[in-house]
């Protein structure tokens, strides 16, 4: 069974950064594509960024330019780093692999 564990999550004024981290259990890690999505209060749920196995990445508009996805393989984690963050991206951050999901981590970013 794969479980998802994100980290990294806080509060942050507006132009600030942070690093999010998402651990993941099981063997087919290094095979699948790792994605992170956020949903803010009272909207749906949205994609934000996929890495491949191959190393591919792909962003929302919405972040492209301003977040980097990155994965170490040897740890078996994956990353979000957020750079120029904005208050509209505020928002509980959840790491996704197939159908298994993390419990979320929240980022609240000050005007």
């Known amino acids: 069974q794969v479980q998802l564990v994100e980290s990294g999550g806080g509060l942050v004024q507006a132009g600030g950064s942070l690093r999010l981290s998402c651990a993941v259990s099981?063997?087919?890690?290094?095979?699948?594509?790792m994605g992170w999505y956020r949903q803010a209060p009272g909207k749906k749920r949205e994609y934000v960024a996929r890495?491949?196995?191959?190393?591919?990445?792909n962003y929302a508009d919405s972040v492209k330019g301003r977040f980097t996805i990155s994965r170490d393989n040897a740890k078996n984690t994956v990353y979000l780093q957020m750079n120029s963050l904005k208050p509209e991206d505020t928002a509980v951050y959840y790491c996704?692999?197939?159908?298994?999901w993390g419990q979320g981590t929240q980022v609240t970013v000050s005007s």
């Open positions: 996704n692999l197939a159908t298994s």
């Open positions: 099981g063997r087919i890690f290094s095979i699948n594509a």
């Open positions: 890495i491949f196995s191959s190393g591919f990445t």
